[in-house]
């Protein structure tokens, strides 16, 4: 309805009868009681899609040997975040659907998911596509699996042999300095008589 002429409807005026969703409209009215009209205005408010993202927070990289898991959140930026949890539907890593509370755990506080150590270690170095399912949208997040740092050190066995042999090389290198000096001063004795 169009408000009577000299009734002007302001924005601070209109009250929400129904909150939009995803998916469906909401509505607003407005009533008028200025003059001794009594005329009531209904408009709606268009669906609300929600956003959602990956918080900066989320890791993306995980290392192979680590105890720990890799966490991944995401938020809904322009909705009621505490519903965003309800709408997980499933989780995948490179198109194959991971099993929950096995290759990962799901946590509301928007949704805090956890890819187990156990499940991350069987993936290959370099870079992964996780896949999460919602009610109405889908989301992808590429993380890379790392390569554990290396560790050149050689075995107790070989470093013992080493270390042996440097120090015999060492002590054969000063008894054959010795031999020369004295082999030296007696050569030189021999000449002086």
């Known amino acids: 309805m169009i408000a009577a002429p000299g ?25 008028c009681h200025r003059d001794g009209c009594h005329e009531r205005e209904i408009r709606p408010i268009p669906a609300r899609p ?27 930026t322009s ?5 965003t949890f309800s709408k997980l539907v499933s989780v995948s890593v490179d ?20 890819l187990s150590p156990n499940y991350l270690k069987t993936l290959k170095p370099g870079e992964h596509t996780l896949t999460v399912e919602l009610t109405l949208t889908s989301l992808s ?12 050190t050689p075995a107790t066995g070989e470093s013992a042999v080493a270390s042996t042999t440097a120090v015999a090389l060492m002590m ?14 007696t050569v030189s004795a021999k000449a002086a008589r």
Do not use: C
């Not at 194959?96 to 990962?104: H, P």
């Not at 997040?141 to 050149?152: K, L, M, V």
């Open 50 to 76: 929600d956003n959602y993202k990956f918080t900066a927070d989320s890791q993306s990289k995980w290392t192979k040997g680590s105890k720990d898991g890799m966490v991944v959140i995401i938020k809904n």
């Open 95 to 114: 198109g194959a659907k991971l099993t929950r509370d096995t290759d990962y755990t799901a946590e509301p506080g928007s949704i805090k998911l956890t």
């Open 79 to 83: 909705g009621d975040d505490t519903q």
């Open 172 to 185: 054969l290198a000063a008894y054959g300095v010795v031999y020369v000096i004295r082999r030296r001063r």
């Open 141 to 152: 997040y590429t993380f890379t699996i790392a390569a554990p740092a290396s560790t050149d």
């Open 7 to 31: 009734h002007d409807f302001h924005d601070d005026d209109w009250a929400t009868v129904t909150e939009p969703t995803e998916t469906t409209p909401g509505e607003e009215e407005h009533f």
